[in-house]
Every structure is written in C-alpha cells, then in structure tokens.
C-alpha cells in the first residue's frame, strides 16, 4: 500500500543535476530512465533511498539519481549495502552492479548476501565484458571470446548469474533486459517489493566493446522466438502463436518442444513461488547463452526472514535477558577498547 504522506513526485525529482556521461547508445541510458520513471510509483521517500554501486560503468547510476548514494570500491557493494540495510531496516537500499564487479572481485560478496537474505534489491548490469576499463573479457563472457585480455580466446566457462544467484539460495531471482523498459519496471518494481534479497539479471548492450551480444534474443524482431516469458501459473509457451513450450523429459530436464507435438498437458506450468529452487535451477540452464530460446522473467520468490530483520530480534532477546554487558555503552564509550 501507498503511504499517502509520501509526497507526489516525477521522475524529474529522481533525477540528479549530474551530466549523464556513457557512451551514446549505451543500454545503461535504459535501465536509468527505467529506475527514475519507476521511483515516483513506488511510494517511498527520496531521503529513505540510498544506492550503493562498486566499480563499472553501471556504477555511475548512484551519481545520477537524486538520492542518497555511495560509489564504493570495486565488488564492496553488496557489503556496504549490507551493512546499510542491516542497520537502518527503515532505508530502501539499492545495489548497482555489473559483471565484472559483481561476478569477479565481488563474487564472495555477492553470493553471501543472497545467501544470507539481506533486504537489498541487488540489479546486475550484464553486458558480458569489461566496459570501463575498455573491452577485457568478464566472468559471463562466452569461451572463445577475443578481447584485449585474450586475443587468443578466452578459455573460461562463465557463470550464469541466474544460476549463480538460485545457487546461493537468493529468494526472489530474475532476469529482465534493456530493450523493453515495459518489462525493466515491472521487473524492478516487483524485486523492490520483495522482503529479502533480490536479484534482477539485466541483459545490457555494450555497444562500443561487445556490441550486438543479446541482438539474436532481445532484436525487435527475434523476441517473440527467442525470449521464454515466466508467468507465475501459466504454462511456459513462446513463439509468434505461442506454438512453442517447455517441457520436462524423462530425466527431469527443460526441454522445448512444439505444443502441437506434445500436447498442453504436458507443457511446463511455471511456479515461481516453489521452495526447493530445483525447477528453477533447470530453467536457468535452458539456455546454453544469448543465441538460443532463453526464459525471462521472475525465476523464483519465495518467503524467507531477512537478515537485517534476524539480527535485530536477537539484540532485543538479548536487552531483554539483560546480560552483564551492554553493546550499544560499549560502542558509544571511545575511540578505544581494552580485552
């Protein structure tokens, strides 16, 4: 529900007086027009949003919306945000993230605070490369991809960060992309109203380092064959006349068929809100990369307490049992402590 003392605002009063600097035609442009237009709907206050971003051209966006932010160092930003978020349980705390910083230096980072269900709303700017520091390979990059840091190829199987982020028991996973601002919203705005960790994979073009990587998926012409939508309680069918779908074979593996071939009954019917992340887990590996039928949407929300929420009823349980020591004397005594 809407708290009707928050003022009325427009995606203007999101917006900082900073110069917007990416390059043109970058699909960050995208995703920040998606957050700012979508600020003003979610009914909570400027001074109680705060983004934290690490390092990558996706970390700009704290300097460009009008809030509280902090540029941290590169892959920090799932823990400072943690212990933002952990606390001041009053704050809406944003992660600004991309591949490279969230996959590689920040990977430990990362996968604790999924683990863990910090109330974060974490959006992963994949664009399968290092932009910034102009073109070397990342950890989503594809084996055998040329860069100025493997001009022979890379060697490195990539993460699927949505795999990743089911692996690390994160409790509301999905994946939207930077060509339909319809669906960031929706997506966004959904992960924001999720209580715990969640974390949105965005397909982002790097058009001056890895332009095209998703255009076989996310063209104009090609999404209604190649993108799968997940509706919660709906059979998983795409195509032009939803001809298409996704089944389970035999072993238990995501398979697509042609409906026509297999019969509606036996088409997958997706649930979202399943515990066990297995099936959601299969989906993820539906596509081996952004060249083939892949499933976009909410991949899995579930119901879990947070961290921040946790850690708060065992300070009260211990005020309340009144031990021999008293933490917040303690921390605000000095500078200094003797053990």
Not at 23 to 28: A, E, F, H, N
Not at 303 to 323: H, M, S, T, W
Request: glycine share 10%; proline share 5%.
């Amino acid at each position: 529900m809407t708290d009707v003392s928050v003022p009325v605002t427009t995606k203007k009063d999101w917006s900082s007086d900073q110069e917007v600097r990416w390059c043109p035609g970058c699909g960050d442009y995208s995703i920040l027009t998606a957050v700012q237009m979508l600020m003003p709907e979610l009914g909570v206050r400027r001074e109680n949003t705060v983004f934290v971003s690490g390092i990558g051209c996706a970390a700009r966006l704290p300097y460009y919306m009008n809030t509280y932010g902090m540029h941290g160092i590169h892959g920090r930003a799932p823990a400072i945000a943690t212990g933002l978020a952990v606390t001041r349980p009053d704050l809406d705390v944003w992660v600004i993230t991309g591949d490279g910083d969230a996959l590689s230096i920040g990977g430990n980072h990362l996968i604790h605070a999924l683990r863990r269900n910090v109330n974060l709303t974490i959006l992963l700017f994949n664009n399968q490369i290092y932009g910034l520091t102009k073109g070397q390979y990342s950890p989503t990059s594809e084996v055998g991809k040329v860069t100025k840091s493997t001009p022979f190829g890379s060697v490195d199987t990539p993460f699927n960060p949505i795999s990743l982020a089911l692996g690390a028991e994160a409790t509301f996973v999905a994946r939207t992309h930077d060509m339909d601002r319809k669906h960031m919203m929706e997506t966004f705005r959904r992960a924001h109203a999720h209580k715990g960790a969640a974390f949105v994979e965005i397909y982002q073009n790097c058009n001056v380092f890895n332009d095209g990587a998703f255009e076989q998926i996310t063209g104009r012409e090609n999404r209604a064959s190649q993108l799968i939508p997940l509706v919660h309680g709906e059979p998983i069918r795409f195509g032009a006349e939803q001809e298409m779908g996704v089944r389970l074979d035999g072993q238990g593996r995501a398979q697509i068929v042609r409906v026509a071939d297999v019969g509606e009954e036996h088409i997958l019917v997706h649930d979202e809100a399943r515990e066990e992340p297995g099936l959601a887990f299969t989906l993820s590996r539906l596509a081996r990369g952004p060249h083939e039928p892949t499933p976009i949407g909410v991949f899995r929300a579930v119901e879990r307490p947070d961290y921040g929420a946790a850690l708060q009823q065992q300070l009260v349980e211990a005020q309340e049992r009144k031990g021999p020591g008293d933490l917040k004397a303690l921390l605000s005594s000095g500078a200094t402590w003797q053990v």
